[in-house]
């Protein structure tokens, strides 16, 4: 009988041994999958009109855009926190329609909105109309995790966010010599009633990133269309329209707003993903369908809660691009790209 016992102990020793170590040596939990897409705007930018110096320019800054956020997901950064840096990187770079590049309305000021979603919590919060927040992107933030709201606007952001000690510029500081031209540009060829106005160029940045702990953000930034009314806003700070996150989808959406507004493309996107289409169908079946027949112009970009990206526009070009777990920025501009 000892003996017996005494088998019977080593055989369990070895049980819980192989257990705590197994053959291939301590168990280690394989690392979570990251993802970043990101856009800076869709329209009608041809490599006839769009110079090799300009394309590299454009190339490089979504480039170092995406190794940024990269390295803060790889280092444990929320998703959340990922696309609000993403933003604001773009949001201070003037080859962008956001924040210091962004575009003037008819009265020649610059009118900036932005929202953020994210897709663990469902909130999202938004700013729209503001002047002189320099980070619309934060403002948004602020909003959805410091009130009960949803959508601040015009004055009351801007106090608001002045209160919760984010940056105030002068509304200078969003002036730029080239965003002018266009304006001097838009509002000749309305005078001469040719067509090619506001609606041929959309810009906007946007941001959709997975994190190691697997939960999705969304965001948008934009100053709008060029020569809009005083006062117009578009799908950007709207949540469901420009952007939309969930616990298995993140959309932020660029091009003609009102048409993104009416048809609530992101969260279009994302019903369609959760009753069972793929992320790149759901937006394939929404950017090409829903929003081409109805004559909107623009694109979106994707990523589902596995960190399959979409990348999707109706328009000559977008610029785009994203980073998955292999950590290698791809970034692309044209349509044929």
Request: one cysteine or more.
């Amino acid at each position: 009988m000892a003996r017996l016992i005494s088998h019977s102990i080593v055989l369990i020793g070895l049980v819980l041994i192989a257990c705590e170590v197994p053959a291939g040596g301590p168990e280690v939990e394989a690392p979570g999958t990251v993802a970043l897409v990101i856009h800076g705007g869709a329209g009608g930018m041809q490599r006839s009109t769009l110079s090799p110096e300009r394309q590299a320019e454009y190339r490089h800054a979504l480039e170092t855009t995406l190794r940024a956020g990269y390295e803060l997901l790889r280092a444990g950064s929320s998703s959340l926190d990922v696309v609000e840096a993403t933003i604001r990187r773009m949001e201070d770079d003037p080859l962008f329609n956001a924040g210091r590049g962004a575009v003037f309305t008819a009265e020649g000021k610059n009118e900036l909105d932005a929202s953020i979603m994210d897709g663990a919590s469902t909130l999202g919060g938004a700013v729209a109309g503001v002047t002189t927040v320099r980070h619309p992107i934060s403002a948004a933030r602020a909003v959805m995790e410091r009130t009960e709201h949803v959508l601040l606007a015009g004055a009351g952001a801007e106090a608001f966010a002045e209160a919760e000690g984010l940056e105030i510029v002068d509304p200078k500081y969003f002036w730029t010599e080239a965003r002018w031209e266009s304006l001097q540009r838009a509002q000749e060829r309305e005078r001469a009633a040719q067509p090619g106005g506001a609606a041929a160029a959309f810009g906007t940045v946007g941001a959709v990133a997975l994190d190691l702990d697997g939960r999705v953000a969304a965001g948008t930034s934009t100053g709008g269309m060029t020569n809009k009314r005083h006062g117009r806003i578009g799908d950007s700070p709207i949540i469901g329209a420009g952007t939309y996150a969930s616990a298995g989808c993140g959309v932020s959406g660029t091009g003609h707003g009102e048409y993104f507004i009416r048809f609530a493309v992101a969260f279009d996107i994302c019903s369609r993903h959760a009753r069972g289409a793929t992320i790149q169908e759901a937006a394939d079946q929404v950017v090409h369908g829903v929003l081409a027949e109805a004559g909107g112009a623009g694109g979106i970009i994707a990523l589902d809660g596995g960190g399959v990206p979409a990348l999707v526009f109706n328009t000559e070009a977008m610029y785009r691009g994203h980073v998955l777990a292999d950590g290698e920025p791809r970034v692309a501009i044209f349509n044929d790209e």
